[in-house]
T-cell receptor, first 114, second 110 residues
Framework: DAGVIQSPRHEVTEMGQEVTLRCKPI?????LFWYRQTMMRGLELLIY????????DSGMPEDRFSAKMPNASFSNLKIQPSEPRDSAVYFC????????????FGSGTQLSVL | GENVEQHPSTLSVQEGDSAVIKCTYS??????FPWYKQELGKRPQLIID?????GEKKDQRIAVTLNKTAKHFSLHITETQPEDSAVYFC?????????FGKGNQVVVIP
């Protein structure tokens, strides 16, 4: 397996634009997580899915953020409209079971909002 | 919710010496404590974990100890090497959530 695949690796956009981040989890993994990493706040859990169903989105900062998982092999995270404070590295991770199983992280998307 | 804190935020050690990173957590019901290593520009990767029914676990040069009474757990790296330079994240699982600390930057000086 190629591991968790994220795209794009880097995204530079202007304030107000819509941003879409994509993730393909490891085949067979039933949990998918979206994390945001910044120097100030470290790794923050934004949302996670179990069997394509959103379970906990309490970490989503505000209504500008949304995430979907239309099928077991794809998820996206959208920010609309984007703001400079959204600049961060966004990681997707998947696991075979929740928490007590190893999380496999993707390579991350470095987002810069100008 | 669970609150995880790591100390120190940055640690510099001479190659060959030992490094110890300590984490504290707030939820006494937490029962799983993994450590992730993130090298510069790369993804976090699990290096070792411990469950609450065990006090210590070792894997070659790394070990983790858990003190449930004091609600802290530590990562020990012995005989440090330059490739150990990275950011290390601890995490604790409690209240159906895996909470990460903010990370420790470990620098191994050759």
């Amino acid at each position: 397996d190629a591991g968790v695949i994220q795209s794009p690796r880097h995204e530079v956009t202007e304030m107000g634009q819509e941003v879409t981040l994509r993730c393909k989890p490891i085949s067979g993994h039933d949990y998918l997580f979206w994390y945001r990493q910044t120097m100030m706040r470290g790794l923050e859990l934004l949302i996670y899915f179990n069997n394509n169903v959103p379970i906990d989105d309490s970490g989503m900062p505000e209504d500008r953020f949304s995430a979907k998982m239309p099928n077991a092999s794809f998820s996206n995270l959208k920010i609309q409209p984007s703001e400079p404070r959204d600049s961060a590295v966004y990681f997707c991770a998947s696991s075979l079971g929740f928490a007590l199983e190893k999380l496999f992280f993707g390579s991350g998307t470095q987002l810069s909002v100008l | 919710g669970e609150n995880v804190e790591q100390h120190p935020s940055t640690l510099s050690v001479q190659e060959g010496d030992s490094a110890v990173i300590k984490c504290t957590y707030s939820d006494s019901a937490s029962n799983y404590f993994p450590w992730y290593k993130q090298e510069l520009g790369k993804r976090p990767q699990l290096i070792i974990d411990i469950r609450s029914n065990v006090g210590e676990k070792k894997d070659q040069r790394i070990a983790v100890t858990l003190n449930k009474t004091a609600k802290h757990f530590s990562l020990h790296i012995t005989e440090t090497q330059p490739e150990d330079s990275a950011v290390y994240f601890c995490a604790a699982y409690g209240n159906n959530r895996l909470a990460f600390g903010k990370g420790n930057q470990v620098v191994v000086i050759p």
